[in-house]
Nanobody, 117 residues
């Protein structure tokens, strides 16, 4: 059963924007933390951003403020706003939930983001 489902990926030109969504089948207040990861072809999966119930947010430094993570507890959604996209942002983006009341980490199936030059 899929606990998290990502959407919003696609093909964009460099400099464009996308907003990724992660829909949870459970109340996201059950999760202490949620985040976005990405995996480019031939590379390891890497952290993009995290957000917890207290609103604490972390981003990888090299994103230089281009990405914004947010959550809507009422809608059980987490978002990743991606602006000024670069070709090196091309990857499969995954949503993750952990902590809180759940006993195992949840991962979504991923959504493809492709940025053309």
């Amino acid at each position: 059963q899929e606990k998290l489902v990502e959407s919003g990926g696609g093909l964009v030109q460099a400099g464009g924007s996308l907003r990724l969504s992660c829909a949870a089948s459970e109340n996201i207040l059950f999760f202490n933390s949620m985040g976005w990861y990405r995996q480019a072809p031939g590379k390891q999966r890497e952290l993009v951003a995290t957000i917890n119930l207290g609103g604490s947010i972390n981003y990888v430094d090299y994103l230089a403020g281009r990405f914004t993570i947010s959550r809507d507890n009422a809608r059980n959604m987490v978002y990743l706003q991606m602006d000024s996209l670069k070709p090196e942002d091309t990857a499969v983006y995954y949503c993750k939930a952990w902590g809180g009341t759940i006993h195992a980490d949840y991962w979504g199936q991923g959504t493809q983001v492709t940025v053309s030059s």
